[in-house]
């Protein structure tokens, strides 16, 4: 059973250039979040997808707009990227939008911005 | 605004022993609460999920508590292990109808052989 994967792994950016990074979820999994994490920080809600529809956002600004596929995958876009931006992104998927649902979490594209 | 934070930030212990880590919430209207495990570099692996009706969650050497009304939860590790050493997370769904979760920064477990 594939759990959660991220593409790409690791990634470096210039400051002011955009990123995409993808997100598939866990088999049978129809709801995907995505979380930034700064070092040595607990990871911060950025949005959640179901439906192919935004369901919540977080306090994050709308240079980070994201998107969700008739299959589940998800992608997270981050426009006008700044210094700030680098951290680890981590994907979450879970089943359906209930609160009794266990989230299972991707191994995360470190995103590096200069 | 719902706070979670983890007590002590890091641990250092000899293999073999017993240990607690801590998470602390400020809003006791959680829903769920999840402890994850991270390794140095890597995404959060899911330990145990407590459902609001429940009070505990074991598996293998681990056990996990949650105390709504004193807005506490634990989670115990028996005979610790080198293999152990991990940034242990505990997270909180908000309240019913939110559906992120709120972090801990984490407690830094390191077992010495």
């Known amino acids: 059973d594939a759990g959660v994967t991220q593409s790409p792994t690791h990634l470096i950016k210039t400051r002011g250039q955009q990123v995409t990074l993808r997100c598939s979820p866990k088999?049978?999994?129809?709801?995907v979040s995505w979380y930034q994490q700064a070092l040595g920080q607990g990871p911060q809600f950025i949005f959640q997808?179901?439906?192919?529809?935004?369901?919540q956002r977080g306090n994050f600004p709308d240079r980070f707009s994201g998107h969700q596929f008739p299959n589940y995958s998800s992608e997270l876009n981050v426009n006008a990227l700044l210094l700030g931006d680098s951290a680890l992104y981590l994907c979450?998927?879970?089943?359906?939008?209930?609160?009794?649902?266990?989230?299972?979490f991707g191994q995360g594209t470190r995103l590096t911005v200069v | 605004k719902q706070e979670v934070t983890q007590i002590p930030a890091a641990l250092s212990v000899p293999e073999g022993e017993n240990l607690v880590l801590n998470c602390s919430f400020t809003?006791?209207?959680?829903?769920?609460l999840q402890w994850f495990r991270q390794d140095p570099g890597k995404g959060l692996t899911s330990l145990l999920l407590?459902?609001?009706?429940?009070r505990e969650q074991t598996s293998g050497r681990l056990n996990a508590s949650l105390d709504k009304s004193s807005g506490r939860s634990t989670l115990y590790i028996a005979a610790s292990q080198p293999g152990d050493s991990a940034t242990y997370l505990c997270?909180?769904?908000?309240?019913?109808?939110?559906?992120?979760?709120?972090f801990g920064k984490g407690t830094k477990l390191s077992v010495i052989p």
């Open positions: 979450a998927s879970s089943l359906g939008l209930g609160l009794s649902t266990e989230a299972f």
């Open positions: 088999s049978g999994h129809d709801t």
């Open positions: 997808y179901y439906e192919e529809e935004e369901r």
């Open positions: 809003d006791s209207a959680i829903y769920n």
């Open positions: 407590i459902q609001s009706s429940q």
């Open positions: 997270a909180a769904y908000v309240r019913a109808g939110s559906y992120q979760l709120t």
